[in-house]
Nanobody
Framework: QLHLVESGGDSVQAGGSLRLSCVVS????????MGWFRQGPGKEREGVAA??????RYTDSVLGRFSISKDKAKNTLYLQMNNLQPEDTAMYYC?????????????????????RGQGTQVTVSS
């Protein structure tokens, strides 16, 4: 069973940057899809980014601003977020699913991955 712990959320001004981290434990070293999704106040969950051995993908609203990466040696997933805007305000969750070597579904499906963390809050003020 994967255990995911996020960190790095904070309150920033519009135009600022943050880097979220997600440490994974319970990993046997196999490859699987991982990603980030978010849920803003009064909004539905939204897949933000996904990464696996085949590709990296993003939802349209963060293209060119967010970057997902992972460090296998540290068992850590990252989300670099630049030029943050108030609409990015949300709880951000790390997610993973061992069912997928290469996840080919819609980016919104990251929110339904089998394992997820407790979330880290990002607040962007104008």
């Amino acid at each position: 069973q994967l255990h995911l712990v996020e960190s790095g959320g904070d309150s920033v001004q519009a135009g600022g940057s943050l880097r979220l981290s997600c440490v994974v434990s319970g990993d046997s070293g196999d490859s699987y899809a991982m990603g980030w999704f978010r849920q803003g106040p009064g909004k539905e969950r939204e897949g933000v980014a996904a990464i696996d051995d085949c590709s990296t993908r993003y939802t349209d609203s963060v293209l060119g601003r967010f970057s997902i990466s992972k460090d296998k040696a540290k068992n850590t997933l990252y989300l670099q977020m630049n030029n943050l805007q108030p609409e990015d305000t949300a709880m951000y969750y790390c997610a993973a699913d061992r069912e997928y070597d290469c996840y080919q579904g819609p980016i919104k499906g990251v929110a339904d991955f089998g394992s997820r963390g407790q979330g880290t809050q990002v607040t962007v003020s104008s």
